[in-house]
């Protein structure tokens, strides 16, 4: 369950600045880009549509080759294939891995196996991760360093979970040494273990040569979490189901900023399930809720959570940041709300 906050305003127009505050907060943006933390310091940033992924490539006959493309969603991102020489060999790539938001979420029922039925917008956001991915010599073990203190590294990372699932579909025999440069908090519901995981899945199809389908890789994703497969989509979703059912939507629009705020305490998720009564969840319809942001943007009414009620009992504090949130907007934001699940 996510402890993050957000604002919206169409008038503010962050600059590019860090400071250490607290929480970690930042000012963020909505992104289309599809593809591919720490808790006290605050970064700039903006609603945008990605503009372009860099890829790095190298062979030891060749040279390095550094290549920008620019992103285009309909061209789909697996371009980037293509536009490196395939007869150089691909071995090393270098990705972003954009985290997400809920902008509205419902939780509309409760399943027999004891997981709930949602109803959710995910947004990707400019705010990501960086991975660096290089083959290994190793025929029997990928290898993962990171930048941030107590990042699992073994085979409960996600990363290594979708290089392992890979493998195991394709049968591929290509192992890696893979970097991860974490800029997304940890535990904070914002999908950035989710995230990695898709884009590992992504690279190491790079590297294989396209063995396997967008496609594919987006169903096999749902293997690892429920949240994994939108990261296969444009970067806007409405995902129902667990989250794993993707559907693509419009993207907000570019210009909208946003600040998100983590505070430095953490909502267990089951804690806010076991909190959660269905009676007392919202009663509109999820689609209503996609209908009313596509005519008139975003808007307090519009950014429900129903997960947010729990997430206060389990946790009084974020109840409180709200109300100084609001307090301190004094009606500037255009909504004030929670995210994640």
Request: charge should be positive.
């Amino acid at each position: 369950m996510a402890t993050a906050q957000f604002l919206c305003n169409s008038s503010y127009q962050p600059s590019f600045k860090r400071k250490n505050p607290r929480n970690f907060s930042q000012n963020s943006s909505f992104s289309s880009f599809s593809r591919h933390g720490y808790c006290n310091f605050n970064r700039n940033l903006r609603f945008h549509t990605a503009p372009f992924v860099r890829a790095m490539a190298s062979d030891s006959k060749l040279g390095t080759k550094q290549i920008e493309i620019v992103y285009d969603p309909d061209e789909r991102i697996n371009r980037l294939a293509d536009e490196v020489d395939n007869t150089s060999g691909l071995s090393r790539l270098t990705l972003f891995s954009p985290c997400k938001i809920n902008v509205f979420l419902r939780i509309t029922s409760k399943r027999e196996d004891g997981f709930h039925d949602l109803a959710s917008l995910f947004h990707v956001i400019s705010l990501g991760d960086k991975i660096k991915f290089s083959l290994s010599p190793s025929k029997d073990k990928d290898s993962l360093s990171t930048n941030a203190p107590g990042v699992p590294l073994d085979e409960r990372n996600l990363i290594i979970k979708a290089l392992n699932l890979y493998r195991k579909r394709t049968g591929s025999n290509q192992f890696f040494w893979i970097h991860l440069d974490k800029s997304v908090p940890t535990g904070a519901g914002l999908g950035g273990g989710s995230s990695n995981a898709a884009t590992a899945l992504w690279a190491a199809n790079q590297f294989s040569g396209g063995l396997a389908s967008e496609k594919e890789l987006q169903e096999w994703s749902g293997e690892i979490g429920s949240d994994v497969p939108f990261f296969f989509s444009h970067g806007a979703a409405y995902c129902t189901g667990r989250g794993e059912v993707v559907k693509d939507v419009v993207p907000i629009p570019k210009e909208i900023p946003m600040v998100l705020i983590k505070p430095q305490q953490a909502c267990p998720t089951g804690e806010v399930y076991k909190h959660l009564c269905m009676d007392q969840t919202s009663k509109v319809e999820p689609l209503s809720l996609l209908e009313k942001i596509s005519e008139n943007g975003i808007s307090q009414d519009i950014c429900i959570n129903d997960l947010e009620p729990p997430a206060f009992q389990v946790l009084p504090s974020l109840k409180k940041l709200k109300q100084r949130i609001l307090a301190a907007g004094r009606g500037q934001y255009d909504a004030v709300f929670m995210s994640g699940r």
